[in-house]
């Protein structure tokens, strides 16, 4: 069993930092329409990784209503923000009176508030995760009450915990392969539950996060990352999308989740040998305002870089991450209850 200390894991915000720095990677490289190694084996576990490491924090706390509140402070809350802000107001004020267009708004108004709550896309596309994970962290509540309620023994709860969190991905997979498409990312959230629930697991049912560095830890982690890495390499069935809950086939289905956990535990023993890196762990830290900014951070950035003749991939990558990690102490500061900082509805 693990610790339950309240003691921060630091090494942990590395490997969020690891996350959101190839969120902002996949995105840049999509808006430049550029490529770059392993670009395909990234996409088997870069959105796995968001869930599982989410996972790993997983409580009940005081009950269904107080939890509630607590991830609609978190999640929601951003969400409506972000989306109300960033792609909704400002991309309509840019547009109207300074002729600004950014690259994904195509002329709505403010009548867009309408689709607060769809998967219209506007300006601000990554923001959808936020909804997402609220889905899954609320599925994945049910499923631990359902599964104490049902035995008080504990064993049986967890392995009832797993089954249910399973089964909830089967159907989430069912409706990729059945070409069923479910409102408000929900299909997504079933796929995605059971990596949330593998996060959960690894946190409170093994010592994995807990195990101290050494030469000998270091050793095995990295023969263990260098196989998983030619493994995802060599057999990779291609693009994996839990956004659109699409994984490529068959093929993609079967390694969806075994590449998933491969790939985040690679990220988690690499983090784990290399600790806290300032400027890596500090972006994963505050991971949720880089998410909800670096779209705009992106639009910035090409519009400076176009004015000069670096205008290439790596550096819109860097300049992207620069102005997000600059943005952070502001969002801290003056948006901490828009940012998930603070709590704005009281628990």
Not at 86 to 100: K, S, T
Not at 119 to 126: A, K, L, Q, R, T
Not at 296 to 310: G, K, P, V
């Amino acid at each position: 069993m693990a610790q339950t200390g309240k003691k921060r894991i630091d090494w942990i915000d590395t490997a969020k930092g690891i996350c959101i720095l190839l969120v902002v990677l996949q995105h840049v490289s999509n808006r430049m329409d550029a490529d770059y190694p392993f670009k395909q084996d990234f996409l088997t576990f870069r959105m796995p990784l968001y869930f599982i490491l989410s996972g790993l924090f997983f409580k009940t706390y005081e009950g269904f209503w107080g939890f509630t509140k607590r991830k609609t402070n978190k999640l929601l809350i951003p969400y409506i923000f972000f989306f109300s802000f960033g792609g909704v107001i400002i991309p309509v004020l840019l547009y109207h009176a300074f002729g600004i267009s950014l690259s994904s708004y195509d002329g709505y108004g403010f009548e867009a508030f309408k689709y607060i709550f769809s998967e219209h896309w506007i300006c601000n596309p990554s923001i959808w995760f936020l909804v997402c994970l609220f889905e899954v962290n609320i599925l994945f509540y049910l499923i631990i009450k359902t599964s104490h309620a049902i035995s008080a023994h504990e064993k049986t709860a967890d392995i009832l915990v797993v089954g249910l969190s399973l089964l909830m991905g089967i159907v989430g997979v069912l409706s990729y392969l059945l070409r069923i498409r479910l409102p408000y990312f929900i299909d997504s959230a079933f796929s995605a539950l059971p990596f949330f629930a593998f996060g959960w697991l690894l946190r409170n049912k093994t010592n994995f996060l807990y195990i101290e560095r050494s030469w000998s830890v270091a050793f095995k982690s990295i023969i263990f990352i260098c196989l998983s890495v030619a493994l995802i390499h060599f057999f990779n069935h291609g693009k994996l999308s839990i956004l659109s809950n699409s994984y490529g086939g068959v093929s993609g289905v079967l390694q969806l989740y075994p590449y998933g956990i491969i790939g985040t535990l690679c990220v988690l023993s690499f983090s784990r040998i290399t600790g806290k890196i300032p400027f890596i762990s500090f972006v994963g830290r505050y991971s949720i305002i880089v998410l909800c900014t670096h779209y705009f951070a992106m639009e910035l950035s090409n519009y400076l870089l176009s004015q000069t003749a670096i205008y290439n991939m790596p550096v819109m990558f860097l300049l992207t991450t620069l102005i997000c990690a600059l943005a952070i102490p502001v969002f801290k500061k003056y948006l901490g209850y828009f940012t998930a900082q603070k709590d704005l509805i009281k628990i």
